[in-house]
């Protein structure tokens, strides 16, 4: 979800690239409205599921936030190699979060 917010909301760094080429093929409003979806349907899953690991979307927000930061103000968006290193380095972080939640 996070890497589908990068793709859609964040500003590119180039207008040339495999982000760039997406965004012209890929309806982003349509985009965004699924994320939308996606990410209410995992919160209410964890509230019932299991309600501690709610700390993960948490997480995912304040992260995200700060790699949109990390993203423009260092090369003035996103690119397709930042969209991956974002989805590589939330991977991590969020199975640390899982494993200090249990």
Do not use: H
């Amino acid at each position: 979800i996070g890497a589908l917010y990068c793709f859609s909301a964040m500003p590119l760094a180039k207008e040339t690239g495999i982000a760039a080429f997406f965004r012209k093929v890929v309806d982003v409003k349509k985009l965004g409205i699924t994320v939308g979806v996606m990410a209410l349907l995992i919160v209410v899953l964890l509230c019932v599921w299991q309600p501690v690991l709610l700390a993960v979307p948490v997480v995912l927000l304040v992260a995200t936030f700060v790699y949109r930061v990390f993203c423009v103000r260092n090369f003035g968006g996103v690119s397709g190699d930042l969209i991956g290193a974002y989805v590589t380095s939330m991977e991590v972080l969020l199975w640390f979060v899982v494993l200090l939640c249990n």
